[in-house]
């Protein structure tokens, strides 16, 4: 028998209609693991935001294979529509262009005869606008016009045929790229263009065309405004001088969205050009076609886990490829796992014979032209006297 006492039925079954209703006290524990979840959230934030910026973490690996073929693979998949190429000097060289930091061959290493005070000075401002002569010399020998794109040239211009092709971003000033079939929208030429010219006066900037500035170059004046009298220069970016606009706007549009960087040609030296290979998402591939590696990360913050810079042979490697080989047998190369050598071959002999042939026209007006000059220039000989 128990010791409580029974209470009486209402009183039991109001009891129970109580406890039913009643609620029951809030676990403690759920307030914790909320604001537990809210930390976490931040915290999520924070580390995605450090893994964006300074390219930690390990995105999904997009490439089966850190090769030449891995990269035709992805292009052929059709997940790969936004191709953006970056260029330099090594791209031209085959056209005969010197590039410029080769220890023999490149121009800084030939520039004796100009007697500069250091190589680099022939494309400082400061010097050109009180030495004009020996740039002016120089781009005599450089001018556009004399030389015709290479096998890479137009692999570029088959990139943009077959809808692949985002952007050309060129440190080159030789209009190769032009020439080869890519207009101004597709191309960046960060370091300028001979393509156009202007007066250095900042109260004139008269702007001239390319065919003005052949004439006065090939004539060997010094070119000098028609307005002012003040130097004319090609719109060339020189040291001491800003990038084009153009550069930092459409990098910040056209970066995030490339799905492969093509780098060919270039050291990744000159900075901001250089910079831009960290420009593109942690998943981009980036393949490099040059004859030797370039722009590979500082050892020290490879170790560190930060990103940006190329990786092609650590452990952690995952995007990176490197091709050594000159840019045109790169190009060769992966057009044939293309499937698309014998179209390229076959655009670069069409390319190169129209551009002989509008050679040889342009030579024979010239030669009729100076020929008429000197026929209206000789003294018109005495007629014979009438018997």
């Known amino acids: 028998m128990s010791d409580a006492p029974e209470l009486p039925k209402e009183e039991e079954e109001e009891e129970e209609r109580e406890e039913e209703i009643t609620p029951e006290p809030e676990d ?3 307030d914790s693991s909320g604001e537990e979840a809210a930390g976490n959230t931040e915290m999520d934030f924070l580390r995605n935001l ?3 910026t300074l390219g930690l973490g390990s995105p999904d690996k997009v490439l089966d294979e850190l090769t030449l073929d891995g990269v035709a693979q992805y292009i052929k998949s059709g ?10 000097a090594g791209i031209s060289t085959s056209a005969g262009i010197p590039d410029f930091r080769s220890p023999e061959t490149g121009l800084y290493a030939n520039l004796q005869k100009y007697n500069l005070p250091y190589p680099e000075a022939i494309f400082q401002i400061d010097y050109f606008k009180k030495h004009p002569e020996p740039f002016f010399a120089l781009a005599k020998e450089l001018y556009p016009g004399q030389f015709k794109p290479t096998i890479c040239h137009y692999f ?3 990139l943009k045929d077959k809808g692949h092709l985002r952007r050309c971003y060129t440190q080159n000033i030789d209009t190769l790229e032009r020439v080869a079939g890519l207009q101004g929208e597709d191309l960046i030429e960060a370091h300028g263009t001979f393509f156009t010219s202007q007066c250095v006066s900042f109260s004139c900037r008269q702007q001239y065309n390319l065919d003005w500035m052949r004439d006065k170059i090939f004539s ?3 070119p000098r405004c028609d307005k002012c009298s003040s130097l004319v220069k090609p719109d060339i970016v020189f040291f001491g001088e800003s990038l084009p606009v153009r550069f ?3 990098m910040k549009m056209d970066f995030p969205l490339c799905d492969l960087l093509l780098i060919m040609g270039t050291s990744l030296q000159v900075q901001p050009f250089a910079g831009l ?3 593109v998402s942690k998943g981009c591939p980036r393949l490099l076609i040059n004859m030797e590696k370039a722009g590979q990360a500082d050892p020290l913050f490879g170790l560190l886990g930060f990103g940006g810079g190329m990786d092609f042979d650590s452990d952690k490697a995952y995007r990176d490829v490197a091709h050594i080989s000159t840019c045109d047998d790169g190009c060769l190369a992966l057009a044939e796992l293309l499937g698309w050598k014998a179209e390229l071959e076959e655009l670069v002999k069409q390319e190169h014979a129209r551009i002989d042939v509008q050679d040889g026209k342009e030579k024979a007006g010239e030669s009729k032209g100076a020929a008429a000059e000197v026929s209206s220039a000789a003294p018109a000989e005495p007629e014979e006297a009438e018997e």
């Not at 790969?80 to 330099?88: A, E």
């Open 28 to 30: 403690q524990s759920d």
């Open 50 to 52: 450090f893994s964006s």
């Open 79 to 88: 997940k790969c529509k936004n191709i953006i190429c970056m260029v330099g």
């Open 156 to 158: 570029m211009k088959l």
């Open 220 to 222: 060997e004046d010094i």
């Open 248 to 250: 930092f706007t459409s």
């Open 277 to 279: 290979v960290g420009r």
